[in-house]
Every structure is written in structure tokens, then in C-alpha cells.
């Protein structure tokens, strides 16, 4: 649809900055699916650097970084005609899960609506009342939260940011099985360091391309727009339409808000510092749950089903180990549903092994009873403990993460977080990010 809405828009009027797909807070129960919303900025006689960021059909799409003329409410007004047209023709109304809505804003309101949509939850009215007292031209169509995150969307200010190359089939095409060659994607993989989140090896998922019957071919996610060009060309696959490069805030945990066990609400994502309360164990389904507790509280964790085999690290905790947890929190019961873990310090389980050896006689020594330590019968030395071994632990310290199968739109990968921390000495394995 933003493919259809730029594409007229460009006849008369300039793309400002990237066109921009924004994912709001993942845990609210009556979200539309992906929870996301698409916003562009739209100026007159753009200037400086103008960038490469889409092609539509046979036309070159440019964003530039400024303007030189603000738009006035009879630009709203037309700009708001062309929208509404294209969303009236090709919103798809009927799908029970779509809520759409559109806002046109003259002036960027203030960035905390987008961090409340993100982490918290925005009403309805709340953000009604914002669109009429700015002056907003919107429509909501059904329940009408679709303004939530479109005007969430055009309140974010990007703290960390990343990118997404989406591809259009032709509408032909559109409810047809995608034809996107598999091989081309595993060595795109390989070969474009920046990209993240494109092919799940260990569960054979390919990521990159929607299961919907939506007008998307696929679409690569990354740290670096000239990459995913370069990264798009290396993928085979049918005739693509259009394409455009979106600036998203996927990948960068902005969902997420650190907090204490007795802070935390339902449907927020959370990061939350505990100990680890008795042994983690797998219920029907296979789900893998243990309970972590702080000053404040305790808190039942969930691996669930589909998040494969990261629940063979989180079967690995034991009571006593200080994990960080990443999730998002469902209401009943409240738990925090994992998305990543950092394990900080792992306990050291003593377990005997045998009674000691006497080191005068070399031969064990004998019991003298529950807690009453142990003596020689030859030339009865007497010591206080048996022979201990550290109970071997299958974890290390480090930093795990679910698959990519499993994968929130929001989470950050680990991937991105080595490139971050780049002086630290890390080493990414198959099921995480190991400290050494
Ligand atoms: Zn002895």
C-alpha cells in the first residue's frame, strides 16, 4: 500500500528521509499482526544528498535529507485525498486481524507517544485527542487502532535504528506460492555480515519471505542500506516488482524496559536480574518454565515449544544461578515469556563422590555417622568431609538468544549486539554468545 501511496506522491511532492516501518509493543492482545505501522515524510524541493532507496515498477525512488518549503494545510489536504484513495482500494478490510487507520500531521508531536506504543499500552482516545488537538487529518477504519501506530509511528526518533529492503510481487501474482530460491539465501547469508535474522540453519526456516498471501516477495533486514542492495541482488528468485528501503526500529530491543520483579505488568517486555529458584522442568507441549526471584519477588520464566533448541540451555540452570532474562510478560499467569538470556554466574554444585582417602594408609576411611565425619580404622585420622567433584555443568556464562524462527520483529540479535561490543572477546556458537 505505502508502495502505491509514494508512488503517486513523487508526481508532485518529495520523499524526505527513509520511508520508515515501525513495530510497537508485541505483547498487546488485540494487536493487528506484526503490530507495525509504514510512515514516510513528505517535503517540496528536497535538497543535499539525494539517496537511491526504492524502485517502483520502471522508476527510481530518491529521498532527500531536507527541504526547503514546509507544507501548508492545502498539501494535507491533497496529500491526505491520495492516501485515502489508495488506502479505500486496497486495505483488506475483511481480514478480521487488520484494523487500518491513516494520519497526515503537519508537525512531528512529541517522541513519548512512540516509546509508550512500544512498551506500554496507548488508548485510543488518548491518541484521538493528540490527532485533534495537532490538527490531523485521520481515519481509522473498523476499531480504528491502526492511529495508535501510525501516529506512534511518526513520533519515533531513532535511538538505534536498522534497515529493511522489502520486495513487491506483481499484483498478479499476489496469493500465489512465492517462488525465492533457497540455496541464493543461505550464501547471501553467509556473504552479507550485516544483515541478520535472513535463514534459521538449524531449523531450516527461511525468514527473509512471508507466509501471508500479502503483496511482499521478501524483505532483508540489516545494519547498512548499501549492504541489503548489495544482499537483494544476490538473491534468486521471480520477478520482482518494486522495492524500497525502509529505517525500522526491528532488531533493537526498544520494547524493552529494565525493571525489578514487583514492577513488572502485564503485557510489557521486561529485562529482569534474579537468581534462579529451584530446577527448571518441561511441561506438556514442552514448554521448559523455572521461576527467578529478586528482591522484590518471583516470577515464573517460559521457554516455550517454539523456541526449539534454546530450552536445552534453560533446562541447563540450576537453583542459585544470576540470570538476566529478556521477555516479553504474559497476564495469566504472569510470566515472562523468553526471548534472550544472559547467564552472569553459574553455581558451583559440590556432590560426593566417596568417603575420603587416609593419607597415612591410602585405603577410605569409614563413616562415624550422618554429619559426624569420617575415621581411619587402621590409625584412625579422622577427617571432616568426603571427596567432593563439582557437579558438571552443560552451560556457560554468556549471553543465548531463541532462534531466528522464534524470532520477535523488536528483539535485537546477538549478532548485533557482538558488532556493538566489538573490544569484548566474544565468540558467537550455535546457541549463543559465550563470554571468555
Ligand atoms: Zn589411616
Same mark, same amino acid.
Given at each position: 500500500?505505502?508502495?502505491?501511496?509514494?508512488?503517486?506522491?513523487?508526481?508532485?511532492?518529495?520523499?524526505?528521509?527513509?520511508?520508515?516501518?515501525?513495530?510497537?509493543?508485541?505483547?498487546? @492482545?488485540?494487536?493487528?499482526?506484526?503490530?507495525?505501522?509504514?510512515?514516510?515524510?513528505? !517535503?517540496?524541493? !528536497?535538497?543535499?544528498?539525494?539517496?537511491?532507496?526504492?524502485?517502483?515498477?520502471?522508476?527510481?525512488?530518491?529521498?532527500?535529507?531536507?527541504?526547503?518549503?514546509?507544507?501548508?494545510?492545502?498539501?494535507?489536504?491533497?496529500?491526505?485525498?491520495?492516501?485515502?484513495?489508495?488506502?479505500?482500494?486496497?486495505?483488506?478490510?475483511?481480514?478480521?486481524?487488520?484494523?487500518?487507520?491513516?494520519?497526515?500531521?503537519?508537525?512531528?508531536?512529541?517522541?513519548?507517544?512512540?516509546?509508550?506504543?512500544?512498551?506500554?499500552?496507548?488508548?485510543?482516545?488518548?491518541?484521538?485527542?493528540?490527532?485533534?488537538?495537532?490538527?490531523?487529518?485521520?481515519?481509522?477504519?473498523?476499531?480504528?487502532? !491502526?492511529?495508535?501506530?501510525?501516529?506512534?509511528?511518526?513520533?519515533?526518533?531513532?535511538?538505534?535504528?536498522?534497515?529493511?529492503?522489502?520486495?513487491?510481487?506483481?499484483?498478479?501474482?499476489?496469493?500465489?506460492?512465492?517462488?525465492?530460491?533457497?540455496?541464493?539465501?543461505?550464501?547471501?547469508?553467509?556473504?552479507?555480515?550485516?544483515?541478520?535474522?535472513?535463514?534459521?540453519?538449524?531449523?531450516?526456516?527461511?525468514?527473509?519471505?512471508?507466509?501471508?498471501?500479502? @503483496?511482499?516477495?521478501?524483505?532483508?533486514?540489516?545494519?547498512?542500506?548499501?549492504?541489503?542492495?548489495?544482499?537483494?541482488?544476490?538473491?534468486?528468485?521471480?520477478?520482482?516488482?518494486?522495492?524500497?528501503?525502509?529505517?525500522?526500529?526491528?532488531?533493537?530491543?526498544?520494547?524493552?524496559?529494565?525493571?525489578?520483579?514487583?514492577?513488572?505488568?502485564?503485557?510489557?517486555?521486561?529485562?529482569?536480574?534474579?537468581?534462579?529458584?529451584?530446577?527448571?522442568?518441561?511441561?506438556?507441549?514442552?514448554?521448559?518454565?523455572?521461576?527467578?526471584?529478586?528482591?522484590?519477588?518471583?516470577? *515464573?520464566?517460559?521457554?516455550?515449544?517454539?523456541?526449539?533448541?534454546?530450552?536445552?540451555?534453560?533446562?541447563?540452570?540450576?537453583?542459585?544461578?544470576?540470570?538476566?532474562?529478556?521477555?516479553?510478560?504474559?497476564?495469566?499467569?504472569?510470566?515472562?515469556?523468553?526471548?534472550?538470556?544472559?547467564?552472569?554466574?553459574?553455581?558451583?554444585?559440590?556432590?560426593?563422590?566417596?568417603? @575420603?582417602?587416609?593419607?597415612?594408609?591410602?585405603?577410605?576411611?569409614?563413616?562415624?555417622?550422618?554429619?559426624?565425619?569420617?575415621?581411619?580404622?587402621?590409625?584412625?585420622?579422622?577427617?571432616?568431609?568426603?571427596?567432593?567433584?563439582?557437579?558438571?555443568?552443560?552451560?556457560?556464562? !554468556?549471553?543465548?538468544?531463541? @532462534?531466528?524462527?522464534?524470532?520477535?520483529?523488536?528483539?535485537? *540479535?546477538?549478532?548485533?549486539?557482538?558488532?556493538?561490543?566489538?573490544?569484548?572477546?566474544?565468540?558467537?556458537?550455535?546457541?549463543?554468545?559465550?563470554?571468555?
Amino acid at each position: 500500500m505505502v508502495r502505491t501511496i509514494i508512488q503517486k506522491i513523487i508526481k508532485k511532492y518529495e520523499l524526505i528521509g527513509y520511508p520508515r516501518l515501525v513495530r510497537l509493543n508485541p505483547n498487546i @492482545p488485540w494487536k493487528t499482526r506484526g503490530n507495525g505501522a509504514l510512515c514516510i515524510q513528505v !517535503g517540496k524541493h !528536497g535538497r543535499n544528498s539525494k539517496r537511491k532507496i526504492g524502485q517502483i515498477e520502471d522508476q527510481d525512488i530518491f529521498c532527500s535529507d531536507t527541504f526547503t518549503k514546509e507544507l501548508d494545510e492545502g498539501d494535507q489536504m491533497q496529500l491526505a485525498a491520495i492516501v485515502k484513495e489508495t488506502v479505500d482500494g486496497q486495505a483488506r478490510i475483511d481480514d478480521e486481524n487488520t484494523n487500518p487507520g491513516y494520519v497526515l500531521l503537519l508537525k512531528k508531536p512529541d517522541k513519548d507517544l512512540y516509546w509508550k506504543a512500544v512498551t506500554t499500552i496507548v488508548t485510543l482516545e488518548e491518541v484521538q485527542a493528540l490527532l485533534r488537538h495537532q490538527q490531523a487529518i485521520f481515519e481509522g477504519y473498523k476499531n480504528s487502532r !491502526g492511529l495508535i501506530g501510525a501516529t506512534a509511528a511518526v513520533c519515533w526518533e531513532p535511538v538505534d535504528r536498522t534497515f529493511e529492503l522489502i520486495t513487491y510481487r506483481p499484483s498478479e501474482r499476489w496469493g500465489t506460492k512465492r517462488r525465492v530460491d533457497l540455496p541464493s539465501v543461505q550464501q547471501m547469508n553467509a556473504d552479507c555480515p550485516t544483515t541478520f535474522d535472513n535463514y534459521d540453519q538449524t531449523n531450516h526456516h527461511n525468514r527473509i519471505a512471508p507466509h501471508s498471501p500479502c @503483496p511482499i516477495l521478501y524483505g532483508i533486514r540489516g545494519d547498512d542500506p548499501d549492504d541489503l542492495m548489495t544482499a537483494s541482488a544476490l538473491v534468486k528468485s521471480e520477478p520482482v516488482e518494486s522495492w524500497i528501503l525502509f529505517e525500522t526500529n526491528q532488531g533493537t530491543d526498544d520494547h524493552l524496559q529494565r525493571k525489578s520483579i514487583a514492577q513488572i505488568k502485564p503485557f510489557e517486555s521486561v529485562i529482569i536480574e534474579g537468581s534462579v529458584v529451584g530446577t527448571p522442568f518441561t511441561i506438556q507441549g514442552g514448554h521448559v518454565l523455572f521461576t527467578i526471584s529478586d528482591k522484590t519477588g518471583t516470577i *515464573p520464566c517460559a521457554a516455550y515449544e517454539p523456541t526449539k533448541e534454546f530450552r536445552t540451555i534453560v533446562r541447563g540452570l540450576c537453583e542459585g544461578d544470576i540470570v538476566e532474562v529478556y521477555g516479553g510478560v504474559r497476564e495469566d499467569p504472569l510470566t515472562v515469556n523468553l526471548e534472550k538470556l544472559a547467564v552472569k554466574h553459574l553455581v558451583t554444585s559440590l556432590v560426593k563422590t566417596e568417603n @575420603p582417602i587416609c593419607p597415612n594408609c591410602g585405603k577410605h576411611m569409614k563413616s562415624k555417622g550422618t554429619n559426624q565425619g569420617y575415621k581411619c580404622i587402621n590409625c584412625s585420622t579422622t577427617s571432616k568431609d568426603p571427596t567432593v567433584l563439582r557437579k558438571p555443568r552443560t552451560i556457560a556464562v !554468556g549471553f543465548y538468544e531463541v @532462534p531466528i524462527c522464534a524470532r520477535r520483529h523488536l528483539s535485537k *540479535p546477538l549478532k548485533r549486539i557482538i558488532n556493538e561490543k566489538q573490544s569484548f572477546p566474544v565468540n558467537l556458537n550455535e546457541n549463543g554468545y559465550i563470554q571468555r
